[in-house]
């Protein structure tokens, strides 16, 4: 099955402490990409790969790290994670970076930092 | 990113009602796609818009283009309960760089 697994789906941490959300794809899309989702202020991109080892910032980069060694997967570093990263974290994968095919989304990261 | 503002956040209709979230921009859009998600689910593609005027089907769901492709709006036919979520636009301004509006919230009463 097509399919963009993001793992854990839940984690709790401390401040400080850092951390790596997984994201890997098996539709051999270049494009990849997270975002973080906030009540109110909708989808915001963190940063983006336009394919391996080509990675970009986003809106809110402030906090994190991404790096892309393969075309499958994404992953999503904090390297001192604080309160104001608590919050619903997607990756999502696409063809071609125009999205002519539409984005394919990972079902979800609930971070919590205490 | 392209910003846009998508408007309402928020609309309450009654089971059998029409239902339309706009998406507007201040500068031209290469294209314009929109995704819907569920409660507690993740966003779904549901289409894309290139065309200037375009307009396209999905049974009870029309989504249409602006002539000037600075706005978009989706708009649906007799809303089921099925059909309550947050609707997004996500606009292209020709960066390759799809930046998601903050989303219309549809609840559906029966």
């Known amino acids: 099955e097509a399919q963009v697994t993001q793992n854990p789906r839940y984690l709790i941490t401390v401040t400080g402490k850092k951390l790596t959300v997984t994201c890997s794809q098996n539709?051999?899309?270049?494009?990849m990409s997270w975002y973080r989702q906030d009540p109110g202020l909708g989808l915001r991109q963190i940063y983006y790969?336009?394919?391996?080892?080509?990675?970009d910032k986003g809106d809110v980069p402030e906090g994190y790290k991404v790096s892309r060694k393969e075309k499958r997967n994404f992953p999503l570093i904090l390297e001192s994670p604080s309160p104001n990263q608590t919050s619903l974290y997607f990756c999502a994968s696409s063809l071609t970076g125009t999205g002519t095919y539409g984005y394919t989304f990972g079902s979800g990261t609930r971070l919590t930092v205490v | 990113g392209q910003q846009v503002m998508q408007i309402p956040q928020y609309q309450h209709v009654q089971e059998g009602e029409d239902f339309t979230t706009y998406c507007n921009s201040s500068?031209?859009?290469?294209?314009i796609q929109w995704y819907k998600q569920r409660p507690g689910g993740h966003p779904v593609f549901l289409i894309q818009l290139v065309k200037s005027g375009e307009v396209k089907k999905q049974k009870r769901l029309t989504f249409q283009f602006g002539e000037a492709k600075k706005n978009s709006s989706l708009h649906i036919t007799a809303t089921q309960t099925t059909d309550v979520g947050t609707y997004f636009c996500a606009p292209e301004g020709g960066s390759y760089i799809p930046t998601f509006g903050r989303g219309t919230s549809l609840i559906v009463h029966p």
């Open positions: 790969s336009m394919n391996v080892e080509v990675t």
């Open positions: 500068t031209t859009l290469s294209n």
């Open positions: 539709m051999n899309h270049e494009y």
